[in-house]
T-cell receptor
Framework: AQTVTQSQPEMSVQEAETVTLSCTYD???????LFWYKQPPSRQMILVIR??????QNATENRFSVNFQKAAKSFSLKISDSQLGDAAMYFC????????????FGTGTSLTVIP | EPEVTQTPSHQVTQMGQEVILRCVPI?????FYWYRQILGQKVEFLVS????????KSEIFDDQFSVERPDGSNFTLKIRSTKLEDSAMYFC????????????FGQGTRLTVV
């Protein structure tokens, strides 16, 4: 099975600053999709950003962008101009394009935004 | 905007009792999932459901668990004889026809087994 690793259990950032959350994954497949989900205190999982593995261009969604390094199997999330509402648990997730359809999640990174 | 809805938001049950967690996925989605998250831990896959049958299940999804899509709109998770360690947040999710689509999650059902 694929594994997703988030090596930073907790991170903090000053409001308006930039923070990068790390994610690595292990797979033998070449075709897959990667996601970052946000889980605020309300506990609902909300999609932040998505990256197709076949695309070389890094995905961007407003203040959120990724650094996708396919060879290194790395998928980090950069949050620019951090806001208080960004405080949440962030999960990295992997989904195969071919075999099965489940999402594999990392253990999460708890992000604190300091006013 | 379409969303996945789950009921109840919180369920308290006695050990050994049966519980049914309910979900209404997004209407045109074809893949349905149950995940659980024990407090402070990672989100764990339980089962996926496609074309009216289980397509994948994890080791956690043993004989005490079952899923059903009884009427084409609801998607239920039944736990036959609950154990203390079943206490967790249970998330239902659905996704569309293509594998590059994200899963949309419900707000979760917090199950407490006492």
């Amino acid at each position: 099975a694929q594994t997703v690793t988030q090596s930073q259990p907790e991170m903090s950032v000053q409001e308006a600053e930039t923070v990068t959350l790390s994610c690595t994954y292990d797979t033998s497949e070449s075709d897959y999709y990667l996601f970052w989900y946000k889980q605020p205190p309300s506990r609902q999982m909300i999609l932040v950003i998505r990256q197709e593995a076949y695309k070389q261009q890094n995905a961007t969604e407003n203040r959120f962008s990724v650094n996708f390094q396919k060879a290194a199997k790395s998928f980090s999330l950069k949050i620019s101009d951090s806001q208080l509402g960004d405080a949440a648990m962030y999960f990295c997730a992997y989904r195969s394009a071919n075999t099965g359809n489940q999402f594999y999640f990392g253990t999460g990174t708890s992000l604190t935004v300091i006013p | 905007e379409p969303e996945v809805t789950q009921t109840p938001s919180h369920q308290v049950t006695q050990m050994g009792q049966e519980v049914i967690l309910r979900c209404v996925p997004i209407s045109n989605h074809l893949y349905f999932y149950w995940y659980r998250q024990i407090l402070g831990q990672k989100v764990e896959f339980l089962v996926s459901f496609y074309n009216n049958e289980i397509s994948e299940k994890s080791e956690i999804f043993d004989d005490q668990f079952s899923v059903e899509r009884p009427d084409g709109s609801n998607f239920t998770l039944k736990i036959r004889s609950t154990k203390l360690e079943d206490s967790a947040m249970y998330f239902c999710a659905s996704s569309g026809t293509r594998s590059n689509t994200e899963a949309f999650f419900g707000q979760g059902t917090r199950l407490t087994v006492v």
